[in-house]
């Protein structure tokens, strides 16, 4: 498949739907948006909802390392309350992933910070609400699978990439 019609795993909270786990959205505003949305390019994917998780549910922060260290059995996802939810976060990560591949996605368009989704940062693992470098379970996972993974505040350097892919193509 071409770069110029590769799809793109998008989180769904990026796309307006309120399935954060405060039952809020992040909506984005960006006009690429709408047009890679009309040429069917984004594949809109909640990872933690599909793995069952509720909305509203408790934070959940990564503790003793980072997505790939959770993928690797070195750290865990544990909530605000201290429970355990590393196998949950663990299936998040491998619906996406499937989700992504099934759809032909090259390139993921993710929200930074989250456990799952977070590709520039987490949150510290402390409930502090510092954040440090470091991706998330599925963000990990996704590039691991080579799939390109972009936070939101990446947004335009998603689109100038693709733009050239398609200048290239031409």
Known sequence: M????AKILISACLMGFRVRYNGSDKKQVLSA???WQREQRLVVHC????????TPRLPAEIVGGNGAD???GRARVVESDGR???????????????????AGCRY???SDGS??????SIYDGRFSGQRRRGAGVAA???????????AEQQADELLAHISRMEAAYR
Do not use: K, N
């Open 2 to 5: 071409q770069d110029r019609r």
């Open 33 to 35: 948006l709408a047009q």
């Open 47 to 54: 990872p933690e909802l599909a793995a069952g998780l509720p």
């Open 70 to 72: 959770v993928l690797a």
């Open 84 to 102: 355990d939810v590393t196998r949950i976060y663990l299936l998040a990560a491998r619906l996406a992933l499937e989700t992504a591949q099934q």
């Open 108 to 110: 993921a368009l993710l």
């Open 115 to 120: 456990p799952t989704c977070g590709s520039q």
């Open 140 to 150: 990990a996972l996704l590039r691991q699978h080579g799939i390109a993974v972009f």
